[in-house]
């Protein structure tokens, strides 16, 4: 799960963190009020969507301007007008894909006086089976072009989860970011408050791009962005409220409410699996003859009928959806009871696209003849590669 900003920021702030002063703005009504709760000279207006290169991104509507989704105000009344441009506008970013996203929620903080920009985040390094810090001096830029272009500038720093964050780690930490007089001593005490907001907040990302020294040598967060485990969201309800599922797939938001593991893509061939190995063998196989895969959807290994049919409606509220494959190894999970899933969920969405459906392992030949028998216009496959090549085929006509 992922939150805005300025809840970011809140929460680091809660633990410790230096953060600027800010104000989110929910309506156009909350503009005038945020604006007048900062003292300037100096306003930055933010576009607050789950996706980044905001700075960099460009409105599709042209009342909206081009100066992106983040901007400088050095007055109240320009401050006010950059949030009115914003506010209910479409921000396209190198993340959002072309579609973009509405901007339904800003953030205007306090301007900061940056003497230099650094990189920081804390991740789940599955290799050693720690929390890292992965710093750069090159902060402020996009990390994937810095590991591209002088991936000697990134430094990655694992924290022995049983000693915990140490001074021995945050002086590390401080070496590596070059951090020296003040904003060394900030960052000694700054990084062991993230690790312990990473660490007790169960978060799979802690990212402040950029981490700024300021002119009076001091250290703040600038920017911040927040993942949280999915798995771990029930012992963290105060973090469960911050969920915007304006910013999520609807068909996700559903896919969640039945526990079905499902993430949207851009292809025309909708998947649904048991398993996220398989799902990843069968979205491979289906590109490798030439389509896409339209989304991942693993029903998991104790699916019943009615969750089956579930995911299937899922599926097809896709638009793009050109024809489903439906490819079940069967364990714990009966070929039966997803074939049964299979045809209720096709009679109750009057299904008009081509279905291949291949089933493998425990009861299969119940399962096999409960499609055979049901008079529906569903293909039968062999295998995995049957099945990819039967569904290419009818997708194409």
């Not at 009871?337 to 209720?344: S, T």
Request: with cysteine; aromatic share 4%; proline share 4%.
């Amino acid at each position: 799960m992922n939150i805005h900003e300025y809840q970011a920021k809140a929460v680091l702030k809660s633990f410790g963190a230096p953060v600027a002063n800010g104000a989110p703005v929910l309506s156009v009504d909350d503009i005038e009020g945020a604006v007048d709760s900062l003292p300037g000279p100096l306003w930055v207006v933010k576009s607050q969507i789950h996706a980044g290169g905001r700075g960099k991104g460009k409105f599709i509507e042209p009342e909206a301007g081009e100066k992106g989704g983040v901007r400088l105000a050095f007055s109240r009344d320009e401050a006010v007008a950059h949030a009115k441009a914003m506010l209910g506008h479409t921000l396209v970013t190198a993340q959002t894909g072309p579609a973009g996203k509405q901007v339904n929620r800003l953030y205007i903080e306090d301007g900061a006086d940056i003497e230099s920009e650094l990189y920081l985040s804390l991740l789940v390094d599955r290799s050693t089976g720690t929390v890292a810090f992965v710093v750069s001096t090159e902060g402020g830029m996009d990390i994937e072009q810095v590991a591209h272009d002088t991936p000697e500038k990134i430094h990655t720093i694992n924290v022995d989860p049983l000693a915990g964050m140490t001074d021995a780690d945050a002086a590390k930490v401080c070496d590596a970011l070059e951090l020296a007089d003040a904003a060394r001593t900030d960052g000694m005490a700054l990084f062991p408050i993230l690790y312990k907001a990473f660490v007790e907040k169960d978060m799979s990302m802690l990212e402040v791009n950029p981490l700024i020294i300021m002119k009076d040598g001091h250290l703040r967060v600038l920017d911040a962005k927040l993942s949280f485990d999915g798995n771990s969201l029930f012992r963290h309800p105060d973090m469960m409220e911050l969920r915007d599922k304006s910013e999520e797939d609807e068909k996700e938001i559903e896919a969640s409410e039945w526990d079905l593991a499902y993430i949207a893509l851009d292809g025309t061939i909708g998947c649904m699996v048991n398993g996220a190995g398989l799902a990843m063998a069968t979205m491979d196989i289906i590109k490798l003859y030439g389509e896409e895969p339209a989304n991942f959807c693993d029903v998991g290994g104790g699916a019943n009928a009615e969750k089956v049919a579930a995911a299937f409606k899922i599926i097809m509220k896709d638009p793009n959806v050109k024809g489903i494959l439906v490819n079940i190894f069967g364990g714990i999970m009966k070929c039966d009871v997803i074939a049964e899933g299979v045809l209720q969920a096709v009679k109750e969405t009057n299904l008009q696209v081509p279905l291949v459906v291949r089933l493998e392992g425990t009861n299969v030949d119940a399962g096999k003849a409960i499609i055979a028998n049901s008079g529906l216009n569903v293909i039968p496959a062999d295998d995995l590669d049957d099945a990819a090549q039967k569904i290419v085929a009818a997708v194409k006509g």
